[in-house]
């Protein structure tokens, strides 16, 4: 019996050879006088491992899926059954919006990337996948050289996946030779001459306002592995990226940012982003933003409807920290505020403080590692006498001192809803820590408790 795969051994086959072997030849109305052996030539073979036609049929489908895709048309069941079967170098144009989240696109990932942590994409592999493909475009893409079709072709492919992107590198245009003349030529050149690249890195205006999907936009403007190659300019944006892009968040909705910027680029990008509709989130952490790009970010709070500002390990000092005092003070929409690895000292901490008394809506507030002392802490402690907004303070390695702890204790003693503290390494009196954290513990098992009720009410 000559079945597809099997080695075709004459001698050890006692059957006609015939093309296409059915079940039949088995059958026992055969002439039962002639003696017939069938040997397996697969020791392993047996009827059981003859396919279901319909097995047959869904292999088929999945291997002519791009002459003829069929899938929507499948049960459930099938369709599982196809997204195992599929080749997962199907061009993304046939696959993109007709197979859906699954294993197919588990598999594209697991092809493609040796890491991919689900959980951190939704639990969803085609937004896993879709964004991850996304951003390597981008982060490949040369200024002047690859054209913006390229990108902008798989936009309909995947806008509707894509949900966060966060772009680890950006590459800068291919420099020309320099020539000769430029050395000594460059002062009588002014800038109308300037015939650089005409773009600095890649232009995300054309690019964010198509994809409806995206809530979070990470960017930073460097290369990885630049190597021997290193140059300063490689890390960094230019003014003409820092206009591109904030025309491209204007157009965003709600949105998370983080982006690595300097000072005076962080002025430029806040400043087109006053008013804007639905920015929710601000991360510019580790960034070396002073007292004017903090003043921009003053003026970025009362004039927008910010939740989350991160500004950790920045330059800001007294005269920034004032300016969001004062836009905190007044009707600010910020929960959350972090100000850690920055210089306010007193000046800055206090004006925070007094802030927090007027009406605020501030839940979280980190001012660690400041160089805040005593007089901060007293200010602070006043706020949560009179407010009981504050949930979670953060206020370690700063010299509050035996004072600022005293007062902050006595603060917290009365009601608050303070259910986090820290003031570690703060060089408050031990009997002081122990006392807020008898009350932030207490606080949190009340919290704990509302929640279990919450639940059981639910
Ligand atoms: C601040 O409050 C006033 C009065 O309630 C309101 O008109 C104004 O729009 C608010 N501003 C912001 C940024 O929420
Ligand atoms: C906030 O406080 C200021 C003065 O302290 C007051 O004029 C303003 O009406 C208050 N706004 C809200 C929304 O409570
Ligand atoms: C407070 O900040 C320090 C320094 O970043 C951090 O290690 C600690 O976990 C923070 N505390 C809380 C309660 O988040
Ligand atoms: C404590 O604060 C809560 C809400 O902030 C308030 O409802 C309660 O009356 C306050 N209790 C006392 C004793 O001040
Ligand atoms: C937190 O603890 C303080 C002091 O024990 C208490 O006055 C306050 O009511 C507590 N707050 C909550 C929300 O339970
Ligand atoms: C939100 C809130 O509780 N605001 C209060 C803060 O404290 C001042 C002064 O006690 C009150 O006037 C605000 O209503």
């Not at 972090?338 to 007094?354: A, H, K, P, T, Y």
């Not at 390494?425 to 009997?431: G, H, M, R, Y």
Request: aromatic share 6%; with cysteine; charged share 25%.
């Amino acid at each position: 019996l000559y079945g597809d795969n099997m080695p075709q051994k004459k001698n050890f086959c006692l059957m006609p050879k015939s093309p296409r072997p059915s079940r039949a030849t088995l059958s026992p109305a055969e002439d039962s006088n002639k003696m017939r052996r069938v040997i397996a030539e697969d020791p392993d073979w047996s009827l059981m491992l003859v396919p279901f036609l319909s097995t047959l049929c869904l292999e088929s489908i999945a291997r002519n899926m791009e002459k003829k895709p069929i899938f929507e048309e499948l049960n459930p069941l099938q369709r599982e059954f196809v997204q195992g079967k599929l080749s997962v170098s199907l061009p993304l144009h046939v696959t993109a919006n007709l197979i859906s989240d699954g294993v197919y696109w588990k598999r594209c990932c697991e092809e493609r990337w040796e890491i991919c942590d689900v959980a951190h994409y939704g639990n969803s592999w085609k937004r896993m996948f879709f964004e991850r493909h996304l951003e390597n475009m981008i982060e490949l893409f040369i200024p002047d050289v690859t054209q913006p079709e390229t990108i902008l072709d798989m936009v309909p492919l995947c806008k509707n996946y894509v949900k966060r992107l966060d772009i680890s590198q950006l590459l800068p245009p291919i420099k020309e030779p320099q020539k000769e003349e430029e050395e000594y030529s460059t002062e009588l050149v002014n800038d109308n001459d300037y015939e650089g690249p005409s773009i600095d890195h890649f232009d995300f205006s054309i690019l964010l306002d198509k994809l409806d999907n995206l809530e979070e936009f990470h960017l930073v403007y460097r290369v990885r592995q630049c190597g021997m190659n290193f140059e300063w300019e490689m890390f960094g944006m230019t003014d003409r990226d820092c206009e591109s892009l904030a025309k491209a968040l204007k157009s965003c909705k709600t949105l998370k940012v983080n982006i690595h910027t300097s000072d005076k680029q962080c002025r430029l990008l806040v400043k087109n982003l006053l008013d804007h509709p639905s920015l929710r989130e601000l991360d510019f952490s580790h960034n070396l933003i002073g007292d004017r790009g903090a003043r921009a970010i003053g003026k970025l709070l009362s004039r927008s409807k910010l939740q989350v500002l991160n500004m950790y390990d920045n330059n800001i000092r007294d005269p920034g920290a004032r300016a969001i005092a004062h836009a905190l003070s007044k009707n600010s929409t910020l929960l959350s505020l972090n100000l850690q690895l920055n210089r306010l000292r007193d000046e800055g901490g206090q004006s925070i403080g007094q802030a927090l008394i007027k009406n605020n809506t501030l839940l979280h507030l980190h001012l660690g590692a400041n160089e805040v002392t005593g007089p901060s802490a007293v200010a602070i402690s006043k706020a949560l006498l009179q407010n009981n907004t504050l949930k979670s303070i953060n206020l370690s390695s700063n010299k509050l001192g035996v004072d600022g702890g005293k007062a902050l204790q006595e603060a917290m003693s009365t009601n608050t809803t303070v259910t986090e503290c820290d003031i570690r390494l703060t060089e408050v009196d031990e009997s002081d820590v122990s006392l807020i954290n008898q009350v932030v513990w207490s606080n949190q098992s009340v919290e704990l408790q509302k929640q279990a009720q919450e639940k059981k009410t639910k």
